[in-house]
């Protein structure tokens, strides 16, 4: 491979991973513009000038206030934001790689297969999650819990819309409708599923998070080659955001949390179960 070779796939790749970036910098920029309409807010009317030489400590405080109190907000907007943006990319992409579908429909799947698609976000993700919490480091779930506190801090009806409708379109639309099929078209699909996958995780900054989205990314992407339609993973990955927060909410799981046997029951049959399913679609064409 000569040096222009190398240097147009690395553009390539840079081209398919951008998506990430451009959605980091929407989130800031929320949550920049939400910290500064709360500074105006707190310090309107005050000319004091001792308080004017502390203004960018000032708008630091309300940064690490606005990112602790308001992160579902910022989630939510940021996420309703980039969907728009994003879903004209995933079109232009579906052009581009036959086969994909960029229309929310339902026509590549049957009933049945959307009854399985999301019977296996509802146990794959639970099953995933009490698996990974099996990891007893301090540090893992401390950070797990205050990235959690945030999110589901905020209204529950607001939680749910966010976590299990906004979100899971938004996501699915960068990672498995932009990134991947830009990295499938030049890296091949395995290799753009592992390094869609790793993104993904990379993506949550947070070990535990990130370990639990890098086994789900793979799920995804199972059920978008199978389909062809990224509906399958919005359903997917609504339905396991839903079983999370839903549960966290309303302590659904605290018999099983608090009993060990209880809880391994709980993540044997869900795991199991997931690999059910996964069999189950493999019997069926196109993958």
Wanted: proline share 1%; glycine share 6%; with cysteine.
């Amino acid at each position: 491979m000569n040096k222009n070779q190398k240097g147009d796939k690395n553009d390539h790749i840079w081209r398919a991973l951008f998506p990430v970036v451009l959605y980091i910098l929407i989130s800031l920029m929320v949550e920049m513009l939400i910290g500064i309409c709360f500074l105006i807010k707190s310090t309107h009317g005050n000319t004091n000038q001792s308080e004017e030489k502390d203004y960018f400590h000032s708008f630091s405080q309300t940064l690490n206030h606005v990112e602790t109190q308001y992160g579902y907000f910022i989630t939510f907007l940021s996420a309703f934001i980039a969907a728009f943006v994003f879903y004209f990319i995933f079109k232009e992409e579906c052009k581009k790689n036959d086969g994909f579908s960029h229309a929310y429909h339902l026509k590549q799947m049957k009933r049945r297969n959307l009854v399985k698609v999301i019977l296996l976000g509802g146990t794959a993700g639970p099953g995933l999650s009490r698996l990974l919490s099996l990891i007893r480091i301090k540090s893992i779930l401390e950070d797990y819990e205050k990235v959690s506190s945030t999110l589901l801090n905020g209204p529950v009806i607001l939680q749910i819309i966010s976590l299990t409708i906004i979100v899971p379109v938004t996501e699915e639309l960068i990672y498995r409708g932009v990134v991947y099929l830009r990295l499938r078209k030049e890296l091949g699909r395995k290799t753009g599923m592992v390094i869609t996958s790793l993104v993904f995780g990379l993506f949550h900054f947070n070990l535990l998070q990130g370990m639990y989205a890098f086994l789900l990314s793979f799920l995804l992407l199972f059920v978008f080659e199978k389909y062809r339609t990224i509906i399958a993973c919005i359903l997917l990955h609504g339905t396991a955001n839903m079983i999370a927060v839903v549960s966290r909410t309303f302590a659904l799981f605290d018999i099983a949390n608090k009993n060990m046997v209880v809880y391994l029951v709980f993540m044997i049959v869900e795991l199991i179960t997931a690999a059910a399913l996964l069999l189950s679609f493999r019997d069926e064409k196109n993958i």
